[in-house]
């Protein structure tokens, strides 16, 4: 396995639809492993499923990462290096290792059902390999075109005596790994409009790029066996694995597109901080605490893939709602800032600080900021709170203001009154802001100004 000083991690993603929690718990585990490492991090659109494949989906894929902070060092495009993965499998049709077949997915479909009714594990027998010149020739005449397998090297000489044959590898996050060759199906490495499946491009990609360290799910461990014997059949030595935990929603089932995954397009709509998403999405079903961090170099930090769970791990999503409240509220004056002025929003770090432990989301300073500005429409002031507000009204202390304003009338008018606690506070509360919670109220009647303050009361 390979061991360098400098890592050079990738992410895959297929431009078929966009990213989900479980896509970027993927991304974001490469990404930490190369900010912790020095390494470098290559963008890899694997767009060779030119059907369903899109520009649109790729560029949503690339405005998720940034959008998280995974920026790139690299990036290619699959559709753009054809001539690499033909140049591979003329390689290894040379070397004998790669085969026509012309089974229709009906008929292997049949194959297996008779091999599971025998009793028989359900592996493609290589009866291609069997074809003669005349059979092949008349399957082509009936409109038929070949996919390709890749010969595994399960057997010593006869492909028809397969004994099993282990692959050993060391993987990052579960420890020495075999896989037994003969257990699988030779796997198509084709199509039959001559397009290229996952494997071929994955496996050449990753020699040709220098991938040291591959980071992916515990969904393809079994891959790893197979591309580790085309890597080697191709002259090339494997890099470092390293499977992850999977995530899984409330029912149990993984997260996926067509399961209707949280999208990162739609946290991101919904106003979610970035970091919340992201610290939740790559904590979650390791050993260390789910903690709002402040950048990826933080997580980072924290990150180790030797604590990540062997056992599949429950996604919350209301897990990354109580982070992205804890990182508003801890966000200083100058990091919102920029954010507060996009949004017309900025009324200084007081009203910043004010404001702030009350927000689910950022957007929700615009709910604030009318109370400040202009007020509203009118409280509906109780009967029993009326002559209560017109004393609070005489009581205001006269202009300028400190720091202590609110404190000095509030004492004011429990001397005069003998109202306190809820009593006094909430009328106050509901006159000045026409809600019955909300932030702290003396730095908010110091916002609001006397001016504003006396015509609120009645």
């Given at each position: 396995m390979t061991d360098i000083s400098t890592p050079i991690v990738r992410f895959a993603p297929s431009p078929t639809g966009r990213l989900h929690v479980g896509n970027i718990r993927t991304a974001l585990f490469n990404k930490l492993f190369a900010l912790k490492h020095g390494g470098n991090f290559v963008l890899r659109m694997d767009d060779t499923d030119t059907e369903r494949s899109t520009s649109e989906f790729a560029k949503g894929i690339e405005e998720d990462l940034l959008w998280l902070g995974v920026t790139w060092d690299r990036m290619e495009r699959q559709s753009d290096r054809t001539e690499l993965y033909d140049a591979a499998a003329s390689k290894l049709r040379e070397a004998g290792l790669l085969y026509a077949c012309y089974e229709t997915a009906d008929e292997l479909d049949r194959r297996r059902k008779r091999q599971m009714a025998r009793g028989l594990p359900p592996v493609y027998d290589r009866a291609a390999l069997k074809l003669t010149d005349e059979e092949r020739a008349a399957f082509e005449a009936e409109g038929r075109t070949a996919h390709w397998r890749f010969l595994l090297?399960?057997?010593?000489?006869?492909?028809?005596?397969?004994?099993?044959?282990?692959?050993?590898?060391?993987?990052?996050?579960?420890?020495?790994?075999t896989v037994d060759l003969?257990?699988?199906?030779?796997?198509?490495?084709?199509?039959?409009?001559?397009?290229?499946?996952?494997?071929?491009?994955?496996?050449?990609?990753?020699?040709?790029?220098?991938?040291?360290?591959?980071?992916?799910?515990a969904d393809h461990i079994a891959n790893t066996g197979v591309q580790i014997a085309v890597m080697e059949a191709l002259g090339g030595n494997a890099p470092t694995f390293g499977h992850h935990n999977l995530l899984q929603d409330a029912s149990g089932e993984g997260l996926s597109k067509r399961k209707g995954a949280l999208s990162i397009a739609s946290l991101r709509e919904s106003g979610l901080e970035p970091m919340a998403v992201a610290s939740v999405a790559a904590l979650t079903g390791t050993s260390a605490d789910v903690e709002a961090l402040s950048?990826?170099?933080?997580?980072?930090?924290?990150?180790?893939?030797?604590?990540?769970?062997?056992?599949?791990?429950?996604?919350?999503?209301?897990?990354?709602?109580?982070?992205?409240?804890?990182?508003?509220?801890?966000?200083?004056y100058a990091d919102a800032q920029p954010r507060l002025q996009a949004l017309g929003c900025d009324e200084g770090h007081v009203f910043w600080e004010t404001v702030r432990a009350n927000m689910t989301v950022l957007n929700d300073v615009s709910d604030w900021v009318p109370i400040i500005r202009e007020g509203?429409?009118?409280?509906?002031?109780?009967?029993?709170?009326?002559?209560?507000?017109?004393?609070?009204?005489?009581?205001?202390?006269?202009?300028?203001?400190?720091?202590?304003?609110?404190?000095?009338?509030?004492?004011?008018?429990?001397?005069?009154?003998?109202?306190?606690?809820?009593?006094?506070?909430?009328?106050?509360?509901?006159v000045l802001t026409g809600l019955e919670h909300g932030p702290e109220l003396a730095p908010l009647l110091s916002l609001i100004g006397r001016e504003e303050t006396l015509r609120r009361l009645p």
């Open positions: 090297p399960n057997h010593s000489g006869d492909p028809f005596e397969t004994k099993r044959t282990e692959v050993h590898f060391p993987d990052l996050m579960r420890g020495d790994q003969a257990s699988m199906s030779d796997p198509v490495l084709v199509r039959g409009d001559g397009t290229y499946l996952y494997t071929l491009p994955s496996v050449v990609d990753d020699l040709d790029m220098g991938v040291t360290h591959v980071i992916r799910g950048s990826l170099t933080a997580l980072a930090d924290v990150f180790d893939p030797s604590t990540v769970s062997k056992s599949n791990s429950r996604f919350e999503p209301r897990e990354i709602s109580a982070l992205n409240e804890q990182i508003l509220h801890q966000m200083p509203f429409d009118g409280a509906i002031i109780d009967d029993d709170d009326r002559d209560f507000l017109i004393t609070a009204a005489k009581a205001l202390p006269a202009a300028p203001w400190g720091d202590d304003v609110w404190k000095e009338w509030t004492t004011a008018l429990k001397q005069e009154t003998g109202r306190k606690g809820r009593g006094l506070f909430m009328p106050l509360r509901k």
